[in-house]
């Protein structure tokens, strides 16, 4: 059995929310050969759109992920999709981690020539921005629109929510010829089937797609050795410094 652990670095009251959520993408599409399992972190705020909210919870993400990994794991996700914690993680751990903003668009790019990504309010695409500078996918994305939700409300008005998408979706189609939607933030999840019925192009959802991608990776790791390397940019830090305990 491959073992997939998806980490929601969402905590306080909300944590079980946010497994809830997460499982109900995650178990219709699951290959029956894997284990998956969703957890939180303990302790920290209810979502991460503030970078500060990144840092109070980023310690115990990394303790969770280097814990899989002793555990057996062949893979694990963190489940923002401002991908929190990335680079830093792929240096800790040998097995690959994935990320939803990177799997989401490496996806994408291979079911049209543009996609626009669909997002919360306008704290959001800055960051998002950087990150696909990073990736090196500027020439792809169309556009990155927001629908002025916050995460909490996501969550709250998942109908107001999904027409907002709706409208921005259109807008992302006709008026910037994106030919692909990316749905912005692991809350959207659960959206995307009704929503590529109704915009007739393909919409990824961003829980469900990073799912798929990282069993694919968890596939290579555990049959070829396929993982992140770690020569230059992953190179972990020598344990005799004494930092990496």
């Known amino acids: 059995m491959l073992k997939i652990l998806y980490i929601s670095p969402a905590g306080s009251e909300k944590a079980k929310e946010w497994e809830e959520l997460y499982n109900k993408a995650i178990e ?35 303790q969770i992920i280097r814990r899989a990994e002793k555990e057996g794991y062949h893979a694990a996700i963190i489940g923002c999709f401002y991908d ?16 939803p903003a990177e799997a989401c668009m490496h996806v994408a790019s291979t079911l049209g020539h543009k996609f626009s990504i669909i997002t919360g309010r306008r704290k959001f695409p800055p960051r998002m921005e950087d990150n696909i500078q990073m990736y090196g996918l500027e020439s792809r994305v169309a556009s990155i629109r927001t629908v002025n939700f916050t995460v909490p409300q996501m969550t709250e008005q998942p ?20 030919e692909v939607i990316v749905l912005g933030c692991t809350a959207e999840t ?47 830090p020598p344990k005799e410094e004494g930092w990496l305990k």
């Open 28 to 62: 219709p599409v699951k290959r029956s050969d894997v284990e998956a399992k969703v957890v939180s972190v303990t302790r920290g705020p209810p979502h991460l759109e503030y970078h500060y909210y990144e840092y109070l919870v980023m310690e115990e993400v990394l």
């Open 84 to 99: 929190p914690g990335l680079q830093v993680a792929r240096e800790l751990v040998e097995m690959p981690v994935i990320a």
């Open 159 to 178: 109908e107001k929510l999904k027409e907002a998408i709706f409208k921005e979706a259109q807008k992302a189609i006709e008026e910037d010829e994106a």
């Open 190 to 236: 659960g959206l995307a089937v009704e929503l590529m019925n109704r915009l007739k192009v393909p919409v990824v959802d961003a829980v469900v797609v990073t799912w798929k991608y990282a069993e694919m990776m968890a596939d290579l790791y555990q049959r070829s050795g396929l993982t992140h390397c770690k020569l230059y940019k992953y190179e972990p």
